[in-house]
């Protein structure tokens, strides 16, 4: 059972222009969500996290928006570069536990120069 | 570089052969973690170290499967009688403990096995 969903497996997007990569929930238990980015035969590399107690968090071009109700959060990356093509995981943990992490099945950006 | 750092990159063997990979976590992590992710899935769970401590095995880990962080700084991840189905990438991240706060897990570059 994917506790975390990414249902889309890959977007397209031309350079410039907004990438907004999907991740759904199901467990009401999570309170952290970070989003990863990796290229191919590397560790997965951090980009943004957001607690349960917000609703968006910004860092430069990436922010991450938090809907608890819908259980849904989103990463939007403006503007996109051809360097961000990579494939993006979302991550979450449940409160209480630090000891790990229940990802998705990633997305594969393609940035279009 | 004060990343975490993997050895060896790649690993190839024998089917019935034991392999064994180490993880050098970002020096003031207290939390160690080690993942295992084949083609076209997330990463998976196996299992967690505070300190020395080993405080979480997932049910993935069987008996073939153990890791050891000795003084609580390096660990290594040991696999028993290799199998094919155990080739994947396997990946060790860290965390520092923040209290109440959760912590971020950063990934080394991963170990890359084929058992043939």
């Known amino acids: 059972d994917q506790q975390v969903k990414q249902n889309s497996p890959s977007l397209s997007v031309q350079e410039g222009r907004i990438s907004i990569l999907n991740c759904d929930y199901t467990?009401?238990?999570?309170?952290?969500f970070l989003w990863y980015k990796k290229y191919p035969a590397e560790g997965p590399t951090f980009l943004i996290s957001i607690s349960s107690i917000k609703d968006k968090n910004e860092d430069g071009r990436f922010t991450v928006f938090l809907n608890k109700s819908a259980k849904h959060l989103s990463l939007h990356i403006v503007p996109s570069q051809p360097g961000d093509s990579a494939v993006y995981f979302c991550?979450?943990?449940?409160?209480?536990?630090?000891?790990?992490?229940?990802w998705g099945l990633g997305t594969s950006l393609a940035v279009n120069p | 570089d004060t990343g975490v750092s993997q050895n060896p990159r790649h690993k190839i063997t024998k089917r019935g052969q034991n392999v064994t990979f180490r993880c050098d976590p970002i020096s003031e992590h207290n939390r160690l973690y080690w993942y295992r992710q084949t083609l076209g899935q997330g990463p998976e769970f196996l299992t967690y170290?505070?300190?020395?401590?080993?405080?979480?095995k997932s049910r993935l880990l069987s008996d073939r499967f153990s890791a050891e962080r000795p003084k609580g700084s390096f660990s290594t991840l040991e696999i028993q009688r290799t199998e094919q189905g155990d080739s994947a990438m396997y990946l060790c991240a860290s965390s520092r403990e923040q209290g109440k706060r959760s912590d971020t897990q950063y990934f080394g570059p991963g170990t890359r096995l084929t058992v043939l």
């Open positions: 170290f505070q300190n020395e401590a080993q405080l979480e």
């Open positions: 991550a979450a943990k449940e409160a209480g536990n630090n000891r790990k992490l229940i």
């Open positions: 467990n009401s238990m999570f309170d952290y």
